[in-house]
C-alpha cells in the first residue's frame, strides 16, 4: 500500500483522491481477505497496480469462491441503515470513478481518472 501511495504522490495527484484511493483500496483487500478468502491463511490475495498522472488501476484478486456483486443490497435503504454490510462496495464506488468485477466475482477493478485542472 505504502509503493501505492508514493507512487500517486510522485505522480501529483490531489491528497484528497490519495485519500480516497486508500480507503478504496484498503476496502477491497480486506473484502478479499474476510469475504472472499473466509480468513483462510493458506489463500492469498494478490494486488496490481499502474499508476500513471491522469490514471491509477489497482486490481484486488483472491482465492475464493468470488460472488455476484448484483447480490449486494441496497445499504441506503432504510431498512438496511443499521446493518454494516454493503458499505465497503459503496464507498468504493463512490472515491473510484469505475470499479468492476470480473465474471466469477474474485477480482476487482478499481480505476480513478484524474480530473484535468480547470483553465
Same mark, same amino acid.
Given at each position: 500500500?505504502?509503493?501505492?501511495?508514493?507512487?500517486?504522490?510522485?505522480?501529483?495527484?490531489?491528497?484528497?483522491?490519495?485519500?480516497?484511493?486508500?480507503?478504496?483500496?484498503?476496502?477491497?483487500?480486506?473484502?478479499?481477505?474476510?469475504?472472499?478468502?473466509?480468513?483462510?491463511?493458506?489463500?492469498?490475495?494478490?494486488?496490481?497496480?499502474?499508476?500513471?498522472?491522469?490514471?491509477?488501476?489497482?486490481?484486488?484478486?483472491?482465492?475464493?469462491?468470488?460472488?455476484?456483486? #448484483?447480490?449486494?443490497?441496497?445499504?441506503? /435503504? +432504510?431498512? *438496511?441503515? &443499521?446493518?454494516?454490510? !454493503?458499505?465497503?462496495?459503496?464507498?468504493?464506488?463512490?472515491?473510484?470513478?469505475?470499479?468492476?468485477?470480473? #465474471?466469477?466475482?474474485?477480482?476487482?477493478? /478499481? +480505476?480513478? *481518472?484524474? &480530473?484535468?485542472?480547470? !483553465?
Amino acid at each position: 500500500m505504502d509503493d501505492l501511495l508514493e507512487q500517486l504522490g510522485l505522480h501529483g495527484w490531489d491528497p484528497s483522491d490519495i485519500f480516497g484511493i486508500h480507503l478504496a483500496v484498503e476496502e477491497a483487500i480486506v473484502n478479499a481477505i474476510v469475504h472472499g478468502n473466509k480468513l483462510d491463511p493458506a489463500k492469498t490475495v494478490h494486488v496490481r497496480c499502474s499508476v500513471s498522472p491522469a490514471l491509477a488501476l489497482i486490481e484486488v484478486t483472491d482465492a475464493g469462491a468470488g460472488f455476484d456483486p #448484483a447480490s449486494i443490497p441496497d445499504c441506503t /435503504l +432504510e431498512e *438496511r441503515l &443499521e446493518v454494516p454490510s !454493503g458499505r465497503g462496495v459503496m464507498l468504493m464506488r463512490s472515491f473510484m470513478t469505475r470499479i468492476e468485477y470480473n #465474471a466469477r466475482g474474485n477480482s476487482v477493478l /478499481l +480505476e480513478k *481518472r484524474r &480530473e484535468p485542472n480547470p !483553465g
